[in-house]
């Protein structure tokens, strides 16, 4: 099976809706152009507590995770800490991330303020940041980058492709149809039934079921499935038998 991919989203200006998101939508991108998945997303503000609480839980659970935000030297900046909390050690200034830091400032006072920008928690690797040399960091396949997107998504993409080439599947290689359903029988709670059948019986497709309302009336039931082509087919030709039979409406989704 796959691995789990997640998305740390932190910004207490995302929040309070200051900022607008930019990294979902292109983390989604980026593992879509691979064949993978990203399977969840979580949104955080500037919570040294809740942050370290929740990297800990993700690392038990053993999933990937790209963390974008909250890596800098501001005293709103907690991520280094929290994670540093959740893996159990301290801060320090990391070696190879000064070598870097140097090249970046080549020139340049190193002050204190500036070391911080590579103080991170004890034991992790560097992430390299083609924008300003100033790097990010990764422990336990999480990936630990700025929030600017014209850093972060390098670093990410880097990532990738470093550790996780043998996870990529052929773009192209699944499917995804559905139906569009209507009649008075054309809702969930009917189907469910046929739904954990196809479950099931295609263990190996995601099936989705999207209602649609027009003010307070149903408009349509989107029922499909996703996956390897012919089972695909296969699936969806016992979805339409069985809607057939019980008199519902049909027409494949454009």
């Not at 991919?5 to 691979?34: C, N, P, T, W, Y």
């Not at 900046?77 to 190879?96: K, N």
């Not at 996956?227 to 519902?248: C, K, S, Y």
């Amino acid at each position: 099976m796959s691995r789990t991919f997640g998305a740390v989203i932190i910004g207490d200006e995302i929040l309070s809706g200051k900022r607008q998101d930019k990294h979902f939508e292109k983390i989604a991108g980026m593992l879509g152009a691979r064949g993978l998945r990203l399977s969840w997303v979580e949104y955080l503000g500037d919570d040294y507590q809740r942050l370290a609480a929740t990297f800990k839980r993700t690392m038990a659970a053993g999933d990937v995770v790209f963390s974008c935000g909250g890596i800098g030297n501001t005293p709103d900046d907690h991520t280094r800490q929290a994670v540093a909390l959740a893996l159990g050690g301290d801060l320090e200034l990391h070696p190879q991330g000064f070598e870097e830091l140097k090249v970046r400032f080549a020139n340049e006072e190193i002050t204190d303020q500036r070391k911080l920008l590579v103080t991170f928690p004890q034991g992790v690797e560097i992430i390299p940041n083609p924008f300003n040399r100033i790097p990010g960091f990764m422990a336990n396949d999480h990936y630990f980058v700025p929030g600017f997107p014209q850093m972060a998504h390098p670093m990410i993409e880097w990532a990738l492709d470093t550790f996780y080439r043998d996870e990529f599947k052929a773009v192209g290689g699944t499917v995804e149809k559905a139906f569009l359903l209507t009649g008075p029988t054309a809702y969930e709670s009917a189907l469910l039934d046929l739904m954990e059948r196809i479950v099931k019986d295609y263990p190996t497709l995601r099936l989705f079921s999207l209602p649609s309302l027009n003010g307070q009336e149903r408009r349509h039931l989107e029922l499909g499935v996703e996956g390897e082509p012919g089972l695909v087919d296969q699936a969806m030709e016992e979805i339409r038998v069985e809607v057939e039979t019980r008199n519902i409406n049909w027409v494949w989704r454009a």
